[in-house]
């Protein structure tokens, strides 16, 4: 059975450009989960997909977005890099049905810094 | 608002037993879960509440009250390896949405 896996492991950007990064959820897993996680805190919650769909987002901006694909894999996307944007982005998958989640299973995260 | 409270620091020495609380205020409940998370690495799955009581997995534990808003975390027969940091989490009615907590950092000393 394969883990969570994200790419890339780490990532330099510049204001203003954007940035997609990528997670292969667990097989069987159909929920996938973002989180922002800064140095010293606790995940926070970004959004999560459920068979392709967005079904519950945080508190972050439109400028944050993503996909989930048939095989139910995921990417984040951001525009608009600001230097707060800098943290580690974590995905994690669940094998919850209709979108509920109890058991996730993070990946190693993308580290994430904005210049 | 939504919050979770932790203390942000615990000492405690090996093979001791350690208890880290949490209080919650959520809009909505569904169950609270325990994660732990070595310094560069990802957090990983301890435990879930969604009910009142005390669920028991090998040297850890973690308690419910639903009624009070409060759980703990458990450790006994503490390792070096325990040396940590620990989210309680909340996942709100409807399971669309986990909140962490600010997480609590272990130290575990010889």
């Known amino acids: 059975e394969t883990g969570v896996t994200q790419s890339p492991t780490h990532l330099i950007k510049t204001r203003g450009q954007q940035v997609t990064l990528r997670c292969s959820s667990q097989s069987g897993h159909n929920t996938v989960s973002w989180y922002q996680q800064a140095l010293g805190q606790g995940p926070q919650f970004i959004f999560q997909?459920?068979?392709?769909?967005?079904?519950g987002r945080g508190n972050f901006p439109p400028r944050f977005s993503g996909l989930q694909f048939p095989n139910y894999s995921s990417e984040l996307n951001v525009n608009a890099l600001e230097l707060d944007d800098s943290a580690l982005y974590l995905c994690?998958?669940?094998?919850?049905?209709?979108?509920?989640?109890?058991?996730?299973?993070f990946g190693p995260g993308t580290r994430l810094t904005v210049l | 608002g939504q919050s979770l409270e932790q203390p942000s620091e615990v000492t405690a020495v090996e093979g001791a037993i350690v208890q880290i609380n949490c209080t919650y205020q959520?809009?909505?409940?569904?169950?609270l879960s325990w994660y732990q998370q070595h310094d560069g690495g990802a957090p990983t799955f301890l435990s879930y509440?969604?009910?009142?009581g005390l669920e028991e997995t090998g040297r850890f534990s973690s308690f419910l009250s639903r009624s009070d808003s409060y759980g703990y975390l458990l450790l006994q027969e503490l390792q070096m390896k325990d040396s940590a940091s620990y989210f309680c989490a909340v996942r709100n009615t409807g399971g669309f949405k986990t909140i962490f907590g600010a997480g609590t950092r272990l130290f575990v000393k010889a």
């Open positions: 994690a998958s669940s094998p919850g049905t209709s979108g509920s989640t109890d058991t996730q299973y």
């Open positions: 959520t809009s909505g409940f569904y169950g």
């Open positions: 509440n969604a009910l009142d």
């Open positions: 997909y459920y068979r392709e769909e967005e079904n």
